[in-house]
């Protein structure tokens, strides 16, 4: 099994975040407007509906590259922007494990 990757950098990513209820309530807002500080031509922002995984916002998806992370925290966007967007490496910790199943290889 190959681990996570988001080596290829594209010219554009699109940040989704979710702003609907649960989210919302779980501080999606600020989740949100700290991505807002970080866009720019190459990182688009926006807020979206629900996204169907209420119980593990805030929901964060990435695209492209289909990435989805979980219960992020204003605290965790600036690491999403310089480890993923930027470095073209994913936040482990924050990954979704509907989406992104731990690969059991990679703990020994
Ligand atoms: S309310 Fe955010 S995923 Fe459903």
């Known amino acids: 099994m ?3 990757s988001a080596a290829v950098c594209p010219k554009r990513w699109l ?3 979710c702003h609907h209820r649960s989210c919302d309530r779980g501080g999606s ?5 700290a991505f807002r500080e970080h866009q720019s031509p190459t990182i688009l922002v926006a807020e979206s509906d629900c996204m169907g995984q209420c119980s593990a916002g ?3 998806k990435v ?3 289909n ?3 979980c219960q992020v925290t204003a605290e965790d966007v600036p690491r999403i922007v310089e480890q993923h967007l ?3 490496e994913l936040v482990r ?3 979704h494990p509907r989406f992104h199943p731990p690969d059991p290889s990679a703990e020994r």
């Open 2 to 4: 190959t681990t996570p």
């Open 15 to 17: 940040v989704q975040v």
């Open 29 to 33: 807002a600020a989740v949100l407007a």
């Open 58 to 60: 805030p929901t964060v």
């Open 63 to 65: 695209m492209p590259g």
């Open 67 to 69: 990435t989805w992370y």
């Open 86 to 88: 930027h470095g073209g």
């Open 93 to 95: 910790d924050r990954l």
